[in-house]
C-alpha cells in the first residue's frame, strides 16, 4: 500500500533530480558555449573564503592562503571574496595581460567598501578617455622633471623637519605615515604641515582601515568608523576648495594640483567640489613602507654627507648616485608593498591560459604573489637587496601596478623614500624598542607601528 509518506519521498526525489539534471545541463551548455572557469573554491554561501583571507592577511604569514590554492588548483583559480566571486591570478604573464588591456578587455572594479570610500568621482574609479586624461595630468605633477626642479626642496625640507623633533622613543611607522601624509598634502594643495593637517591624517587613517570590509554599516563597526571619518575629511576638503575657489577670484593662483584641477575646467568637462574633492581623497592613497638597512646602505650615504655636510639640501645628482639605496627600495617594495594587488572586471569574454574569464567576472591581479613567488625570484622569501644589483629585468616586478593604470607617482615615491633613508641612516642610529611583526591587511604594516630608541649618530660632515 502507498502511503502518503511514500508519495511525499517520491515527489521530493523527482524534483531533486530534475533539480540536479537542470543544473548539471546548464553548467554543462554554459561550459560548453564559454569555455571552463578556472577551478577552485567559493565557500560558504555569501561570504564564500573572505573570512579565511582576512585571517591569514592578518598574521605575519598570509602566503599559506594563496601557496594552497595556488598548489591545488594552479597560478589562475577561482575564490568568492568581498562578497563576489573572483577570479584569482598569481601568474605574472597573465597579470601583464590584464593591466595591460585596460579598457579592451578589462575594467577599473573595486570592492563596494573601497569605492565607497575613495568615492565615485575618484582616479582611481573612473574609466575610458576622463581616466587618461587625468592620470596624466597626475604623472605631469609627478615626473622627474619637476621632482627635479619643484619637489625635491620641499621633500628635503618636510623630511628634515620631521626628524629634526625625534628623540628617545619613536613609532616609526607612525612617523613615515606623518611624513608621507605631509608630502602629499603640500603637493595637492600648498598646505605646510600644521595641526590641521595631522588631524586630517588621523580621520585620513580611519577611512583606510574600512577599505576591506563587508561594506555595510550596520554590519561592521570599522566599515561604521570609515564612512564616519570619510564625511569628516570631505567636509574639511571641501572648506579648501571653497575658499582656494575665491582665492583665485581674487586672482591669487598656486602651483600645485588643485590649480590644475580649475584650469582643467574646460568647455568639454568641468569639475564640481564634488568630484575634485574625491580627485583629492583618491590621491592620498599613498604608500606608507619604510624600512630598517645595512651597512652597505649607510656607507653610501655617508659619502653623500661628507661630501655635502649636515646643512645642505640634497639635489636631483645625490640622488642619482644612490644605486644602493634603490635596490633597498627595490627590495622593500618587493617584499612588502602597501597594495598588494589589483581589482578589475571582464568587460567580455576572455581566454586566459586555456580558460574561460566569462564578462562581468571580478578578477584580482596578486602582485604579492608574483614578488613572493619562488619561480619568479631567487630565494623569493629572503630581503635580500643585493638581488637588484645582478638583475634589473621588470619583468616579475610591479609594485605600482602597470598598464593605463600603473601609479603615476611611483617616481615621486621612490625619490621620497631615498631622501627619507638618506636623512634616517646619517642622523641616527636605532634598535628596537620591543618586539613587532608585519601584518598585511588592510594594508601591509607593522602591528605595533615598530617602535624604536634613536640616538644621534656622532659623524663628522
Same mark, same amino acid.
Given at each position: 500500500m502507498i502511503t502518503m509518506d511514500d508519495l511525499f519521498l517520491s515527489l521530493l526525489f523527482t524534483l531533486s533530480l530534475s533539480t540536479i539534471i537542470f543544473f548539471l545541463l546548464r553548467t554543462t551548455t554554459a561550459s560548453r558555449r564559454k569555455g571552463r572557469m578556472p577551478p577552485g573554491s567559493i565557500g560558504l554561501p555569501l561570504i564564500g573564503e573572505t573570512f579565511q583571507l582576512i585571517s591569514a592577511y592578518k598574521t605575519e604569514n598570509p602566503e599559506p592562503f594563496i601557496d594552497a590554492r595556488v598548489s591545488k588548483y594552479g597560478t589562475v583559480f577561482t575564490t568568492h571574496v568581498f562578497g563576489e566571486r573572483t577570479i584569482f591570478s598569481a601568474d605574472a604573464e597573465t597579470n601583464r595581460f590584464i593591466l595591460q588591456n585596460e579598457g579592451r578587455l578589462f575594467e577599473s572594479s573595486y570592492p563596494g567598501s573601497i569605492s565607497n570610500l575613495v568615492g565615485k568621482h575618484s582616479l582611481l574609479l573612473m574609466r575610458g578617455s576622463l581616466h587618461r586624461?587625468?592620470?596624466?595630468?597626475?604623472?605631469?605633477?609627478?615626473?622627474s622633471? &619637476?621632482?627635479?626642479d619643484h619637489l625635491l626642496v620641499d621633500i628635503d625640507r618636510l623630511v628634515r623637519l620631521n626628524l629634526d623633533?625625534?628623540?628617545g622613543r619613536i613609532l616609526l611607522m607612525e612617523e613615515a605615515k606623518k611624513i608621507t601624509f605631509e608630502l602629499t598634502l603640500k603637493q595637492l594643495l600648498s598646505i605646510d604641515p600644521c595641526e590641521w593637517t595631522e588631524n586630517l591624517r588621523k580621520e585620513y587613517m580611519? +577611512?583606510?582601515?574600512? !577599505? !576591506?570590509?563587508?561594506?555595510? =554599516? !550596520?554590519f561592521s563597526l570599522t566599515y561604521r568608523r570609515a564612512i564616519q571619518a570619510r564625511k569628516r575629511v570631505t567636509e574639511a576638503l571641501n572648506l579648501v576648495v571653497r575658499e582656494r575657489r575665491r582665492e583665485r577670484e581674487r586672482g591669487v593662483k598656486k602651483n600645485d594640483m588643485l590649480a590644475a584641477l580649475f584650469d582643467s575646467d574646460g568647455d568639454d568637462v568641468i569639475f564640481c567640489d564634488d568630484e575634485i574633492v574625491d580627485f583629492l581623497v583618491s590621491l592620498l592613497v599613498a604608500g606608507y613602507d619604510t624600512t630598517s638597512t645595512t651597512m652597505t646602505l649607510a656607507e653610501e650615504h655617508d659619502a653623500i654627507r661628507a661630501k655635502k655636510g649636515t646643512s645642505v639640501a640634497l639635489e636631483w645628482d645625490d640622488y642619482k648616485s644612490m644605486p644602493f639605496t634603490q635596490c633597498v627600495v627595490n627590495e622593500t617594495l618587493r617584499l612588502s608593498n602597501i597594495i598588494s594587488g589589483v581589482f578589475r572586471r571582464a568587460m567580455?569574454? +576572455?581566454?586566459?591560459?586555456?580558460?574561460? &574569464?566569462?564578462k562581468g567576472s571580478k578578477v584580482f591581479t596578486s602582485l604579492r604573489a608574483v614578488?613572493?613567488?619562488?619561480?619568479?625570484f631567487e630565494d623569493a622569501r629572503v630581503f635580500d637587496p643585493w638581488r637588484w644589483q645582478k638583475t634589473s629585468d621588470p619583468t616579475n616586478f610591479m609594485p605600482f601596478g602597470g598598464g593605463?593604470?600603473?601609479c603615476p607617482g611611483y617616481e615621486l615615491a621612490k625619490v621620497a623614500l631615498s631622501v627619507f633613508l638618506h636623512h634616517l641612516v646619517t642622523r641616527f642610529?636605532?634598535? =628596537?624598542?620591543?618586539?613587532?611583526?608585519?601584518v598585511f591587511f588592510p594594508t601591509t604594516r607593522t602591528q605595533k607601528r615598530y617602535p624604536i630608541i634613536m640616538e644621534h649618530r656622532n659623524v663628522v660632515g
Open positions: 586624461r587625468m592620470h596624466s595630468l597626475t604623472m605631469s605633477f609627478a615626473n622633471t &619637476i621632482i627635479k623633533s625625534w628623540t580611519l +577611512v583606510i582601515e574600512g !577599505f !576591506f570590509c563587508i561594506p555595510l =554599516p !550596520f567580455t569574454d +576572455v581566454t586566459i591560459k586555456g580558460y574561460t &574569464i566569462p614578488h613572493l613567488g619562488q619561480d619568479n593605463p593604470r600603473r642610529s636605532w634598535k =628596537p624598542a620591543e618586539k613587532d611583526k608585519l
